[in-house]
């Protein structure tokens, strides 16, 4: 893994009780070193446009003075990466946020700008692509990507929103262990269920499991094992 790389990787922007990064607030302006922000609102939850969006984050964020600039308004948006300071790719839907970003042609310069020390900041869809695929989300497919190859910066998956099995609960469909480990039948990457209000930092090299809950590592042909947060060696 690059020695560059600066990610901040956050299972969900919203837990129960409280409002849209409250919980992640102080983490995440500590964490981007700067008061001007590039959000990427590709992966929009539905009902919403890019603009409004990207108000809403604006708005999470104001009290901090941080200042939010959508990359949809740039006419330049290669550009606007090369010279930004920190980015910040949300929520929604992965297959539509990585089919975009290939249409647009960003991915590459993404993954360039992020090796060179951009500092990265995902929610949900967003922390998918810093995963090698994109083939562990819980999204539904409703567009095709190009590839599901993501960004690459994590030597393994992600699966935002971990749930563990309810055993109070009268659903007898499949769990997410169950999914995960349906992916190995055919799959060989690792992959962390990363439990809501869970987040890796990572830097210099290292990755750092950070929050109150430990993540589940799932690895083909093992049984899962739990990490507790702190370092993870990978």
């Known amino acids: 893994m690059n020695n560059n790389f600066r990610l901040l990787v956050i299972s969900t922007s919203t837990i129960h009780g409280s409002s849209f990064l409250t919980y992640i607030k102080n983490d995440l302006v500590d964490f981007i070193q700067t008061d001007e922000l590039i959000f990427v609102p590709y992966a929009r939850p539905s009902g919403i446009s890019y603009d409004e969006y990207t108000a809403h984050v604006q708005e999470a964020l104001k009290d901090k003075g941080i200042r939010v600039k959508g990359l949809h308004t ?17 929520g929604g839907n992965t297959f539509l946020l990585l089919k975009t970003l290939y249409e647009l042609d960003l991915v590459s310069e993404i993954k360039s700008a992020v090796a060179s020390g951009l500092r990265y900041v995902g929610t949900s869809a967003g922390s998918n692509l810093t995963g090698l695929t994109i083939g562990t989300t819980n999204d539904m497919p409703i567009v095709y990507p190009p590839s599901f190859e993501a960004l ?39 992959v962390l269920g990363l439990r809501e209000g869970s987040w890796l930092h990572v830097e210099h090299g290292q990755i750092e499991l950070k929050g109150v809950l430990s993540a589940r590592l799932f690895q083909q042909g093992k049984d899962p094992i739990e990490l507790n947060p702190g370092q993870l060696q990978f």
Not at 74 to 90: E, L
Not at 152 to 162: G, I, K, R, V, W
């Open 74 to 90: 740039f006419s330049d948006q290669k550009d606007a990466i090369k010279k930004a300071k920190a980015i910040f790719i949300g």
């Open 152 to 190: 690459q910066f994590l030597p393994f998956n992600l699966n935002p929103h971990y749930l563990d099995p309810d055993p109070n609960s009268t659903h007898k469909g499949e769990t997410r262990e169950t999914r995960i480990q349906e992916f190995h039948q055919f799959n060989s990457q690792a």
